[in-house]
C-alpha cells in the first residue's frame, strides 16, 4: 500500500444526489491532489492543494466541490453529476516544499464513479 | 508549458524479451522526468524518475528509462519481460521551478504475452 487510502471504492449515484468521495494520506505530506482518469484520456490534474491552500484549478466545472481541512484530508463534493464524469478518480499527496520536498506523488487506489 | 507523448497506446511483447515503452517530452528549462505503473484497479505506482546527471536511470522491478536531451526522449526500458509487467503506463514531466505541477502523459498500454 502507498499510504494514500480512498473512500469509497466505488460509488453509482444519480444526477440528482449528493455525494462526496474522500482521501486521507498518512506519510506526512503538505501537497494533496484529485486527478480524473477516464477511458481512452490523458489522466487530468483537477486540484492542487499546498499547505491546505488550493494552488490549482484546472477549469474544472462547479459541480465539483474540493475540500481540504488539513493537510492529511481531502475530500471532493459532488452534486448534480453527468453521465460524463463518470471515470476513476484517483487522489495522490506528495511533500513540496521544504527540506524533504519531492515531486514523486502517491496515489490511492482510486474511487470509481458512475453517473446514472 | 509542459507536455508529454507517448506515441504507442498498446505495446505487445513475448515474455522473455526486451521490451520498450516511448515517451517525448517538452519543457521550458531542465526536464524532472518519470515514469509510473498502473495496475487493474489500482492508483498508479512511481517506477522511477530522472533529475539530472547520468542519463540511465534505474528504477523498480528491474525497470530502466534512458534520458536524450537531443531527442527530448525518456523512453522506459526492460531487459526481460515478465508477464507480470503487462499494466498501464505513464510518462510525466514537471518543470523546474514547481513541485507540484507534473503532467501525465496519455499512458500506454503494455502486454506480455506468455
Known amino acids: 500500500e502507498t499510504g494514500v487510502t480512498q473512500t469509497p471504492r466505488h460509488l453509482v449515484m444519480g444526477m440528482t444526489n449528493k455525494k462526496s468521495l474522500k482521501c486521507e494520506q498518512h506519510?506526512?505530506?503538505?501537497?494533496m491532489y484529485w486527478y480524473k482518469q477516464s477511458a481512452k484520456k490523458p489522466l487530468e490534474l483537477m486540484f492542487v492543494?499546498?499547505?491546505?491552500?488550493?494552488?490549482e484549478n484546472n477549469s474544472v466545472p462547479s459541480r465539483f466541490s474540493p475540500e481540504c481541512p488539513n493537510s492529511s484530508h481531502l475530500f471532493l463534493h459532488l452534486h448534480t453529476l453527468q453521465p460524463e464524469d463518470s471515470a476513476l478518480y484517483l487522489c495522490?499527496?506528495?511533500?513540496?516544499?521544504?527540506?524533504?520536498?519531492?515531486?514523486?506523488?502517491?496515489f490511492g487506489p482510486g474511487t470509481r464513479l458512475t453517473v446514472l | 508549458a509542459q507536455s508529454v507523448a507517448q506515441p504507442e497506446d498498446q505495446v505487445n511483447v513475448a515474455e522473455g524479451n526486451p521490451l520498450t515503452v516511448k515517451c517525448t517530452y517538452s519543457?521550458?528549462?531542465?526536464?524532472?522526468l518519470f515514469w509510473y505503473v498502473q495496475y487493474p484497479n489500482r492508483g498508479l505506482q512511481f517506477l522511477l524518475k530522472?533529475?539530472?546527471?547520468?542519463?540511465l536511470v534505474k528504477g523498480s522491478y528491474g525497470f530502466e528509462a534512458e534520458f536524450n536531451k537531443s531527442q527530448t526522449s525518456f523512453h522506459l526500458k526492460k531487459p526481460s519481460a515478465l508477464v507480470s509487467d503487462s499494466a498501464l503506463y505513464f510518462c510525466?514531466?514537471?518543470?523546474?521551478?514547481?513541485?507540484?505541477?507534473?503532467?501525465f502523459g496519455p499512458g500506454t498500454s503494455l502486454s506480455v504475452i506468455p
Open positions: 495522490a499527496s506528495s511533500q513540496a516544499e521544504g527540506l524533504a520536498a519531492t515531486d514523486t506523488q502517491y
Open positions: 492543494y499546498n499547505f491546505k491552500e488550493q494552488t
Open positions: 510525466a514531466v514537471r518543470e523546474e521551478t514547481s513541485y507540484d505541477k507534473v503532467i
Open positions: 530522472y533529475i539530472t546527471g547520468d542519463n
Open positions: 519543457v521550458s528549462g531542465n526536464p524532472y
Open positions: 506519510l506526512g505530506h503538505n501537497a
